[in-house]
């Protein structure tokens, strides 16, 4: 312990070390008092790369650093970092502490990744319309959108506790849903989708049921859909090569000659 009169810095405190399991885990943590050092350890059992990512703070400002050969170097908060270049077996320590030149409000609160760094593996839009010809959008709705998406490491391997988000454009402003992988890499979903006053109205078309043809026309909005996986910029399905994937919703059908 650090004697009254003294500063406390990261080095010259002794503390518990957090042990995590082989997957990307998300945790919220507060540190004890101005003096108090949090140390964390993922060990990269495959020699996978590592994400670190502290993230939101409720309080002062805080220091993270980072170190897999007893080096420690400081990461900037709240900017997603990966390790990579390790051996199998090999250990990343993390530890956050209180900047000196900070205040210190006791039950301030931090989040934090950290864990095998997340990369997209693929995923499945599809909507409710499927019947309708694909006239209007890659994906079409009525109401409901179902999703799913595989995340995996830098081996190739499952990823457990990844985030993906389906940011979806219904023709105005642009929506966000979470999933999170379980063991097997795997999340799925269904967005229900409220009604709506369609802006755009198709050109007359038919569709056939067996011996039977029937003319229709429909109202809808047009906009896009696209997946992220948390922590990692221009990933999953859009990012720098497709920013997206057309979507309409159908909001009426109407039947005009049967």
């Known amino acids: 312990m650090c004697a009254p009169t003294y500063i406390c810095t990261a080095s010259q405190v002794t503390t518990a070390v957090t042990v995590l399991p082989d997957k990307l885990n998300t945790l919220e943590d507060?540190?004890?008092?101005?003096?108090?050092?949090?140390?964390?350890?993922?060990?990269a059992v495959r020699g996978q790369n590592v994400l670190i990512h502290a993230g939101v703070t409720k309080g002062g400002p805080l220091t993270l650093e980072?170190?897999?050969?007893?080096?420690?170097?400081?990461?900037?908060?709240?900017?997603?970092?990966?390790?990579?270049?390790?051996?199998?077996?090999?250990?990343?320590?993390?530890?956050?502490?209180?900047?000196?030149?900070?205040?210190?409000?006791v039950g301030d609160t931090y989040d934090l990744k950290l864990g095998s760094a997340p990369y997209y593996a693929d995923s499945h839009v599809q909507g409710d319309a499927g019947e309708l010809p694909s006239y209007w959008a890659t994906t079409q709705a009525?109401?409901?959108?179902n999703w799913s998406v595989r995340l995996k490491d830098s081996t190739g391997n499952p990823l457990e506790g990844g985030t993906a988000t389906l940011k979806?454009?219904?023709?105005?402003?642009?929506?966000?849903?979470?999933?999170?992988?379980?063991?097997?890499?795997?999340?799925?979903?269904?967005?229900?989708?409220?009604?709506?006053?369609?802006?755009?109205?198709?050109?007359?078309?038919?569709?056939?049921?067996?011996?039977?043809?029937?003319?229709?026309?429909?109202?809808?909005?047009?906009?896009?859909?696209?997946?992220?996986?948390?922590?990692?910029?221009?990933?999953?399905v859009g990012g720098r090569r497709v920013p997206n994937v057309s979507f309409a919703q159908i909001c009426y059908q109407r039947m005009l000659r049967n």
């Open 168 to 236: 979806l454009n219904k023709g105005a402003d642009e929506d966000s849903f979470d999933l999170v992988t379980d063991g097997t890499g795997h999340a799925a979903g269904a967005i229900q989708l409220d009604g709506c006053h369609g802006q755009l109205k198709s050109d007359p078309f038919w569709t056939s049921s067996g011996k039977y043809r029937n003319k229709w026309e429909v109202e809808y909005n047009r906009g896009y859909w696209l997946i992220q996986v948390k922590g990692k910029d221009a990933s999953g």
């Open 30 to 43: 507060s540190l004890a008092d101005e003096t108090d050092v949090k140390h964390y350890s993922f060990i």
């Open 66 to 105: 980072y170190s897999r050969n007893e080096n420690w170097v400081n990461i900037p908060w709240g900017e997603p970092f990966a390790v990579s270049g390790l051996e199998p077996s090999q250990a990343v320590q993390v530890r956050i502490s209180k900047t000196l030149s900070g205040p210190f409000v």
């Open 142 to 145: 009525y109401r409901v959108l």
